[in-house]
């Protein structure tokens, strides 16, 4: 079946920090692609998405390409902010009705 | 503001009680999903519906329930079957449960301890 695979956390960067966090899936077909953000307490917010191979999503200096040939979609931003702190979820929907999650990257900014 | 909301907030509950978790969505949204949150495991689908009386199990249905009257509304309840209630719980929409990109919409969660 469908699955993801996301770099185990937590990640610890200083202000001003080059972020990546891998991300991996397996699945048939032509998956779309998503980044969630998940600050503490609160719901899940969509920060970034690809349907298509070579497809870049880019949200608030977060970007990620949709790359077929290595089944990837790395999250990077260049420089990151202490607001930045969270949880990201590296997510697919395929032909099913669900999103199908990774396990979540817990990002901690220190200043 | 369209959105999803969900209440309460916070939700205590004794062993052997059931209880009932809203959700509400005002974006026109066809589908909806209940997820369950636990520490390092992601999300995982409890239950999900395309459309008005209609709603099928996701992964971990055992020991929950779900209605769907109401485009807007998707209530969970989490009954007494429902062996390690303890978690987090997020509510979601899309436009549609099979076409399009299928983006999903979170509400902000209901967080249910279980006393």
């Known amino acids: 079946g469908d699955s993801v695979t996301q770099m185990e956390g937590p990640v610890t960067l200083s202000e001003e920090a080059f972020l990546t966090i891998n991300c991996t899936y397996t699945?048939?077909?032509?998956?779309?692609l998503f980044w969630y953000v998940q600050y503490p307490g609160e719901g899940l917010q969509l920060l970034l998405k690809a349907t298509k191979a070579d497809d870049k999503g880019s949200n608030k200096g977060f970007e990620a390409t949709y790359r077929k040939e290595t089944t990837s979609f790395h999250l990077e931003k260049g420089s990151v902010q202490v607001s930045d702190s969270a949880v990201y979820f590296c997510?697919?929907?395929?032909?099913?009705?669900?999103?199908?999650f990774g396990k979540g990257t817990s990002l901690l900014v220190t200043p | 503001d369209g959105g999803i909301t969900q209440s309460p907030k916070y939700l205590f509950r004794k062993e052997g009680q059931n209880v009932t978790l809203s959700c509400e969505q005002n974006l026109n949204h066809d589908a909806m999903y209940w997820y369950r949150q636990d520490p390092g495991q992601g999300l995982r689908l409890i239950y999900y519906s395309q459309i008005v009386n209609d709603f099928q199990k996701g992964d971990i249905a055992e020991g929950y329930s779900v209605s769907r009257e109401k485009k807007e509304s998707f209530p969970l309840t989490v009954t007494s079957a429902q062996k390690n209630p303890t978690a987090f719980y997020l509510c979601?929409?899309?436009?549609?449960?099979?076409?399009?990109?299928?983006?999903?919409?979170f509400g902000p969660g209901t967080r249910l301890t279980v006393l």
């Open positions: 979601a929409s899309s436009l549609s449960g099979t076409s399009g990109m299928g983006e999903q919409f």
């Open positions: 997510a697919l929907k395929n032909s099913g009705y669900a999103l199908n």
């Open positions: 699945a048939t077909g032509y998956p779309s």
